[in-house]
């Protein structure tokens, strides 16, 4: 079976390193990743502990399909009490990094307690030890990365790191793996700084063995020609083939969501990616997959030398992770950007320094409309004009931001910090304080329920109505496609396998590659049981924490300002209507907390 | 007919599916670090480039071998190490200049490609045809098709 059997525990007050069994039981019941490691954090920590204190419990997971040649076989999670929510942090990872740590010969990492020095966790076959790391505290994700491998002898070591700003207490700092994939949303990178823990590097020789090898690999084969059938588009376009779609339907937050559409969205497109321009210059060079993947939505891009970002910086004439749907949506419309090479660079920046680009651009864009309404000036902002549609700011503030100087400082709180801070709570894009991904829940009222529900906050990962919100543009019967992709993904989330495979696999295709890979059985009903299972889970954590129905909203904005253009023009999001049906559904109290009767439906008590 | 593993590195995307259908065929296991083929990565992903033994026909390494653990394939041309003749000695990582004949320090043996005796997993396996398996005597064809179909195209222009 593909679990190696084995967890370490890191407990970095003591700087004691101890192997412990996994327990199966657990990794029965949650599958794995996602489920897995937040039974390890309830049974490890109280919830109501400070999400910075030493308190909390810092989760890396595998799953079971982690590192085996299942197509998209290289997630990770990082599961944690987030500093931006006060909710579950949970965020999930490609790259190389996740299968190396089975390779390793741990299927999960539990990391507690506080370093009282920096230090990085290093794994190099059977040697495991924290190393000081006085030299690279202050470094940058790809500083870091170059000086561990050197310093090691060791090109073949991955390694996840966090970059200056995880170090100084960005709420929404990320960890980064391989130079430019990332556990990215939710602050999981905040807490690892608070541990001071700079990285962890892992070089892993061991192998991953199946329960049946000759059947896993028939049905692995026959689900990568499966998924080879519908992902072509992704392939070719990345995830910023949405661009157009949104833009179209009028779903695409612009200017801290004051709109729904953008003039500028086909300069910051996929096709503009791939336009070669006057000088011969094209965006996008390559595609890129993580590990094991089959589809490659992964863009490597470059940025024309004489633009004004890096045209005297020659440490950026190189090629890096380009822009997906999310990053080209949060240096795009939201900040009303249309500079390909502009928001390309911000790309880079919070790659370089550790940052979630969701919520530094939808914090930014709060920034700048309490700018244009005079509540901040340039004295502020360092001399910035923080007008929407200034390039040059947006990149200015990344790198502030990143590096924790000036203005960048109150941008690192967050959007709802910030504009509580400015007396303009109304302003924040968020939800528990997590900021809102690329779509408006006045269009796709279903992702709206989705973000209001969301256990990490607003996300638009944790569950997929899109289908039904494209089809109709009112609350109708959006409660439960809302809980049964929750539950869905939450499985999905658990399989160490990409959530990018659900167009082309549903529950029996991730069961049979389940069942051929590990002990147990493995049915599509058990599979989609323990989604349900993580998700109350979840919220059971969230309420133990003391967030209560209060915090299953959404701000005014959404729900009082009607759209003001496209397919939505003038609805609002029915959150009203949809939210006692979904507690309903999911069989919690008007409280939204879980029955007794869920809760032992679910084996949760 | 002798055979090469014919790599096009600007098909490669990195995703390893190679390496771990090379790893599996010989290890039973899903293991890059024992894979005989290795892709590398340059300048964040801009370039992935599959590494493996090129099947030299004067080897190095089979010169190198005090045991005569290797052995030529006539068939295919591949080079292959007996286990049961090899004692370790690793003359032949030392005399390979590509390091693509690796010592194994678990089998306590050195670890090549073999063209999976005429059926390379890693081509089989690899999505983006990166890596193929071809006439060695005609490996340049593909190359020199596309170049004489630019220089044809351009003519006509």
Avoid at chain 1, 220 to 236: I, Q, R, V, Y
Avoid at chain 1, 557 to 582: C, F, H, I
């Amino acid at each position: 079976m593909s679990w190696q059997g084995k967890i370490l525990r890191i407990n970095l007050t003591s700087g004691e390193l101890t192997p412990e069994p996994l327990n199966m039981e657990w990794a029965h019941d949650y599958i794995g990743e996602r489920g897995l490691a937040t039974k390890y954090l309830w049974e490890n920590m109280d919830p109501k502990a400070d999400a910075m204190s030493p308190e909390n419990a810092l989760i890396f997971a595998t799953g079971p399909l982690t590192g085996t040649n299942a197509s998209t076989s290289g997630r990770y999670a990082v599961v944690t009490k987030g500093p931006l929510t006060g909710a579950i942090a949970c965020s999930n990872s490609g790259g190389k990094f996740g299968a190396e740590l089975k390779y390793a010969g741990f299927d999960l990492l539990l990391i507690e307690g506080r370093s009282e020095k920096p230090v990085y966790l290093l794994i190099e076959g059977d040697e495991i030890s924290l190393v000081s790391a006085d030299k690279i505290w202050g470094k940058t994700v790809w500083e870091t990365d170059a000086w561990i491998k050197k310093q090691h002898h060791n090109p073949m070591l991955k390694i996840a790191t966090i970059g200056v700003a995880g170090e100084r207490g960005v709420r929404y700092a990320a960890v980064v793996n391989d130079l430019h994939r990332a556990a990215g949303r939710s602050g999981v990178g905040t807490v690892m700084g608070s541990k001071n823990l700079k990285a962890i590097a892992i070089r892993g020789t061991g192998g991953v063995r199946v329960k049946d090898p000759k059947r896993f690999m028939e049905v692995t084969d026959e689900m990568k020609n499966l998924l080879a059938k519908s992902t072509g588009g992704l392939t070719k376009y990345g995830t910023n083939a949405m661009m157009d779609t949104m833009q179209e339907f009028g779903g695409l937050p612009t200017n801290n969501f004051q709109q729904v559409q953008f003039d500028g969205a086909d300069k910051i497109d996929a096709k503009a990616m791939l336009k070669t321009d006057e000088t011969g210059h094209t965006n996008l060079l390559t595609n890129k997959a993580c590990f094991g993947c089959t589809i490659a939505c992964g863009r490597i891009a470059h940025i024309r030398e004489d633009h004004f970002t890096i045209q005297n910086r020659k440490e950026y004439w190189h090629a890096s992770g380009g822009l997906e749907y999310e990053t080209a949506f949060a240096f795009g419309p939201v900040v009303g950007v249309d500079d390909i090479d502009a928001c390309t660079f911000a790309g880079y920046l919070m790659n370089e320094h550790g940052v979630d680009p969701i919520s530094f651009g939808v914090t930014l864009a709060a920034a700048m409309e309490l700018y244009e309404m005079g509540v901040i000036t340039t004295d502020d902002t360092d001399g910035v004009e923080l007008n929407f549609g200034n390039a040059e700011a947006l990149t200015i503030m990344a790198e502030k931001t990143g590096k924790q100087e000036g203005f960048g400082e109150i941008l690192g709180m967050g959007s709802r910090r910030m504009c509580e801070k400015y007396g303009h709570p109304e302003l924040s894009m968020t939800v528990k304080g997590q900021e809102f991904a690329g779509y408006d829940s006045r269009a796709l009222q279903g992702m709206g329920l989705g973000y209001a529900t969301g256990n990490r906050g607003a996300c638009h990962l944790k569950h997929d109505t899109f289908d039904v919100d494209m089809d109709d543009q009112t609350g109708e019967g959006k409660a439960e496609p809302c809980k049964t992709s929750q539950d869905w993904t939450a499985a999905v989330d658990s399989s160490g396998l990409c959530m990018f495979t659900m167009g082309a696999w549903g529950a029996p295709e991730f069961a049979a590659q389940l069942d051929a890979d590990s002990e147990g059985e493995w049915t599509a009903e058990r599979l989609t049981q323990s989604g349900e299972r993580i998700w109350n889970l979840e919220r059971m954590f969230n309420l133990a924490a003391g967030l209560t129905r209060a915090d299953d909203t959404l701000p005014e904005r959404l729900l009082k300002d009607p759209a003001p253009s496209g397919t939505a023009k003038g609805r609002v999001n029915e959150l009203d209507r949809m939210l006692p049906e979904y507690y309903d559904l999911r069989g919690w109290n008007e409280a939204g907390e879980p029955t007794e009767d869920t809760l032992g439906r679910l084996g949760l008590i | 007919m002798h055979r090469m593993l014919h790599i096009e590195p600007s098909l490669c995307t990195g995703c390893l599916q190679c390496e771990m259908a090379c790893s599996f065929e010989h290890e039973g296991e899903f293991n890059p670090a024992r894979s005989r083929i290795r892709v590398f990565e340059f300048e964040h992903g801009r370039t992935s480039v599959p590494y493996t033994c090129t099947q030299c026909v004067e080897a190095w390494c089979m010169k190198a071998c005090p045991t005569a653990a290797i052995s030529v394939d006539t068939q295919l041309g591949a080079k292959l190490v007996s286990p049961e003749a090899c004692v370790g000695c690793k003359a032949c990582v030392t005399a390979c200049p590509f390091g693509t004949i690796e010592f194994n320090p678990t089998s306590g043996k050195v670890d090549k490609c073999d063209f999976c005796g005429g059926d390379p997993k890693c081509a089989s396996a690899c999505p983006t045809d990166a890596i193929t398996y071809v006439d060695a005597g005609a490996s340049g064809v593909g190359r020199m098709l596309a170049s004489a179909q630019q220089a044809a195209q351009g003519g006509a222009s």
